[in-house]
Every structure is written in structure tokens, then in C-alpha cells.
Nanobody, 121 residues
Framework: VQLQACGGGLLQAGGSLTLSCAAS????????MGWFRQAPGKERESVAS????????DYADSVMGRFTISKDSAKNTVYLQMNSLKPEDTGIYYC???????????????WGQGTLVTVSS
């Protein structure tokens, strides 16, 4: 499967942005979709994940209450709504697919190319 993430951009702190990630083929109910980010000089970290079957979500503490992950099964697309953005949210955001409910980077085998989000103070 190919994953195409888009929606990144440059914005000021406090702003909002929605990322989307479309899969090239059907995402089956057994899969889990996740958003990750990587800031310059830092390791890739989990932001949020969602189970495709029931839409159960998990979030990193740093984005809890500000970010919302959602899905559109008919479009095989996962979204990340980001509100109250902070400069520390800056990074390349990736979507990925896993065969299990997880927020561990190594559990994800299919990755999109990433989209850059830059938040200025």
C-alpha cells in the first residue's frame, strides 16, 4: 500500500491545521493507522493512532486535547486535526500503517513520505 500525506504548511503558534493521508488501496479492519512526527535532530515519535475497525484512538501526552485523529473508511483516509499549535509541534509528519494497535514506530511497516509542519512563535 502507498500512503500519501498532505496538508502541511507554515503557520503561527495558536493556529490550526488538518493533515490527511490517503491510502492507495483499501485499509482492512485489522489494521491500525498512526501519525508520527520527526523534528530536526530528534527521533521519530508517535503523535496519535486509530484502529480501523472501531476507531479507537491513542494520543501522545504532548498533543492530548489539542490533536484529533479520525478516519474515513470509505475514502481510505486518515486525518489529523491539529489545534493550538506550538513551535514544538514543528516537524515532518508521517502517516503509517500497522497490523496491530500500537504507537511504537517499529510496529509500523508502511510509511508515507511525510509532510512538513512549521509553527513559528
Amino acid at each position: 500500500v502507498q500512503l500519501q500525506a498532505c496538508g502541511g504548511g507554515l503557520l503561527q503558534a495558536g493556529g490550526s491545521l488538518t493533515l490527511s493521508c490517503a491510502a492507495s488501496q483499501r485499509i482492512y479492519s485489522s489494521y491500525n493507522m498512526g501519525w508520527f512526527r520527526q523534528a530536526p535532530g530528534k527521533e521519530r515519535e508517535s503523535v496519535a493512532s486509530i484502529t480501523w475497525s472501531y476507531g479507537r484512538t491513542d494520543y501522545a501526552d504532548s498533543v492530548m486535547g489539542r490533536f484529533t485523529i479520525s478516519k474515513d473508511s470509505a475514502k481510505n483516509t486518515v486525518y489529523l486535526q491539529m489545534n493550538s499549535l506550538k513551535p514544538e509541534d514543528t516537524g515532518i509528519y508521517y502517516c503509517a500503517r500497522s497490523g496491530s494497535r500500537s504507537r511504537v514506530v517499529g510496529d509500523y511497516k508502511n510509511w508515507g513520505q511525510g509532510t512538513l509542519v512549521t509553527v513559528s512563535s
